[in-house]
Nanobody, 113 residues
């Protein structure tokens, strides 16, 4: 079983940076595809980034070049570094583990001046 706990959200000004963390429990973390999603008010949950166990990454066009996903398989933690933040990045950000299809509870990111 995998449990995910996100942290690091908060209020940041446009153009600023923030780093989110997702701490995972479970013995299969190192083999898991991990991902970040986000959900803005009134919108569908959106996939934004993923990372495979071997380190291969992929990004949604909306965040490509600004966000970086990484993982530490020893610490059982996945990160999302967010740079050049825009107001439209405001959302609840969720960590996701493909196996066994588990979501974290989310952390709020608000980009506003």
């Amino acid at each position: 079983q995998v449990q995910l706990v996100e942290s690091g959200g908060g209020l940041v000004q446009p153009g600023g940076s923030l780093r989110l963390s997702c701490a995972a429990s479970g013995s299969i973390f190192s083999l898991n595809v991990m991902a970040w999603y986000r959900q803005a008010p009134g919108k569908q949950r959106e996939w934004i980034a993923q990372i495979a166990g071997g380190g291969n990454t992929a990004y949604a066009d909306s965040v490509k070049g600004r966000f970086t996903i990484s993982r530490d398989n020893v610490k059982n933690t996945v990160y999302l570094e967010m740079n050049s933040l825009k107001p439209e990045d405001t959302a609840v950000y969720f960590c996701y583990a493909q196996i066994p299809h588990v979501w974290g509870q989310g952390t709020q990111v608000t980009v506003s001046s």
